[in-house]
């Protein structure tokens, strides 16, 4: 069964592609192809890694919160 979220895997590798890309373009050499297409493209990587990596915070609060919850001590009736 498909969600409309994605796995938390997805926003690591979105994030992981952007530090590589952001990687590269810091150490291309600046007359390069490469150094001019990953500069133009830096807001949109830039972009994406901040998406992913609000994304992967809610994920580790839903998991903080259902640990709390399976912490709880049961109430006494």
Known sequence: MKT????WTFHFEVLSR??????ST?????D???FHYLRAE???ICAEARESLAALREHVNALE???DLML???TAH
Request: charged share 15%.
């Open 4 to 7: 409309s979220n994605p796995h």
């Open 18 to 23: 952007a530090m590589k890309d952001l990687e």
């Open 26 to 30: 810091c150490t291309a050499s600046p």
């Open 32 to 34: 390069s192809a490469e």
């Open 42 to 44: 830096a807001p949109s």
């Open 65 to 67: 919160v259902a640990s």
């Open 72 to 74: 709880a001590p049961p």
